[in-house]
């Protein structure tokens, strides 16, 4: 599903880009496609353009950058380790998405896509994941 928003020219920081940040995230945690109509968008666009190729990626392909240690619980399915023990944080290979079904739950976030996951293992913003994925996989 697509919905069109329309958001005049804002400087960086602004309320609106904010907004904005906010809609694109709940279009990953919803697994949404997002199309933005504005002309007064294109440098936020620019920047965020290849949001969905960065859902895209692989999700171990992310765990193993952000040096989790997985173990394989079922089909398709991983769950991190942390001192010899297996978390509550799953990955799910097929779905190309993640779930912690208990304990740490960092800004809200406890599931999603791979932004998801990096927002909520290294705690970081959703510019900060955007950049930590473009950095190593774009």
């Known amino acids: 599903m697509t919905h069109p928003i329309t958001l005049s020219s804002a400087p960086k920081n602004s309320p609106e880009e904010q907004f904005l940040l906010s809609i694109l995230r709940l279009a990953s945690a ?11 968008l294109s440098p936020i666009r620019s920047r965020y353009r290849r949001f969905d190729e960065l859902r895209r990626i692989p999700i171990l392909r992310v765990a193993e950058a952000l040096g989790l240690s997985l173990a394989k619980t079922g089909s398709g399915t991983y769950a991190m380790r942390e001192d010899r023990k297996i978390t509550s944080l799953t990955l799910f290979e097929n779905t190309n ?9 960092q800004g809200g976030v406890f599931r999603g896509s791979t932004i998801d996951l990096v927002m909520h293992c290294r705690d970081c913003s959703l510019r900060q994941a955007l950049d930590f994925l473009s950095s ?3």
């Open 30 to 40: 919803w697994n949404a496609r997002l199309s933005l109509h504005s002309s007064y």
């Open 97 to 105: 998405t993640w779930h912690r079904f208990s304990g740490k739950e």
């Open 136 to 138: 190593r996989f774009v």
